[in-house]
């Protein structure tokens, strides 16, 4: 796996690493302790090696999933915690289909769904998180 960080991290007051994306195939498979604690790694790599100034480097998030076991929170909190991220984003749409959106003649489409349907899955992902990551790291 390569990774770059560009010159235009320099102008970013934040990045992401996304590895949370329903249309992306085989991306949500980085949210395996493995496979993110590899990939964090990688790209904190990257950004040791570039010239930040004196402010240093933008804050560092990942963004995760709404559709995770509680193994899977445990396993991105104990990651973050120990590579020390700066902050998670909770969360990217939902490929589950809620019963108040089911009979929606589009809800059968593949891609993530998004909006007051996913309010209480990524709440109550938020909440777990806080509780996972012992109140020390942000989540967006």
Same mark, same amino acid.
């Given at each position: 796996?390569? #990774?770059?960080?560009?010159?235009?991290a320099r102008a970013t007051n934040h990045e992401v !690493?996304?590895?949370? =994306?329903?249309?992306?195939?085989?991306?949500?498979?980085l949210q395996g302790r493995k496979q993110l604690k590899?990939? #964090? $790694? $990688?790209?904190?790599?990257?950004?040791?090696?570039? %010239?930040?100034?004196?402010?240093?480097?933008?804050?560092?998030?990942? $963004? !995760? *999933?709404?559709?995770?076991?509680?193994?899977?929170?445990?396993? !991105?909190?104990?990651?973050?915690? *120990?590579?020390?991220?700066?902050?998670? /984003? /909770?969360?990217?749409?939902? !490929? =589950?289909?809620?019963?108040?959106?089911? %009979?929606?003649? #589009? *809800?059968?489409?593949?891609g993530g769904l998004s909006g007051k349907p996913l309010?209480?899955?990524?709440?109550?992902?938020? $909440?777990?998180?806080? #509780?996972?990551?012992?109140?020390?790291?942000? *989540?967006?």
């Amino acid at each position: 796996m390569e #990774v770059e960080c560009c010159l235009v991290a320099r102008a970013t007051n934040h990045e992401v !690493i996304n590895v949370s =994306s329903p249309n992306t195939p085989g991306l949500r498979k980085l949210q395996g302790r493995k496979q993110l604690k590899d990939l #964090v $790694k $990688k790209v904190q790599g990257a950004r040791d090696e570039m %010239q930040w100034g004196e402010e240093g480097p933008p804050p560092l998030l990942v $963004k !995760i *999933a709404p559709d995770l076991s509680k193994e899977d929170l445990e396993d !991105i909190a104990a990651v973050s915690l *120990a590579l020390r991220l700066d902050g998670l /984003i /909770i969360s990217n749409t939902t !490929i =589950s289909r809620p019963d108040s959106v089911r %009979q929606n003649p #589009v *809800a059968e489409e593949s891609g993530g769904l998004s909006g007051k349907p996913l309010f209480n899955l990524s709440t109550n992902m938020l $909440k777990e998180m806080y #509780v996972l990551t012992r109140d020390w790291m942000p *989540a967006l």
